[in-house]
């Protein structure tokens, strides 16, 4: 389940640099919880070519986010909303954006 929520939150970020049927696979897969054989018959593709195309969208998710790293930035941003010291808030958040 963890796997699931990861790549739904890299896909969040990265979603709109895959092509549409990138996306709508991705989506089916990890967000619609369809099998990959209710994909394939879904598209009339073979269930080996849905395999191969979400495991390809996975790794240009996690392609995007080791250069991008976005995702993680966006983690820190969200932790730093609940320290409550403005002068610690601000110094964890200095230290985000000279990452």
Do not use: P
């Amino acid at each position: 389940m963890e796997e699931h929520i990861y790549y739904n939150s890299l896909f969040d970020c990265y979603g709109d640099l895959l092509t549409d049927n990138e996306r709508e696979c991705f989506k089916s897969y990890y967000s619609e919880d369809l099998s990959l054989k209710e994909i394939a018959e879904n598209n009339s593709v073979s269930r080996s070519a849905v395999h191969k195309t979400v495991k390809k969208v996975c790794e240009k998710l996690e392609n995007y986010e080791s250069i991008l790293h976005l995702y993680e930035i966006k983690r820190d941003l969200q932790d730093c909303l609940v320290i409550s010291n403005l002068e610690e808030k601000n110094k964890r958040i200095t230290e985000i954006i000279d990452k």
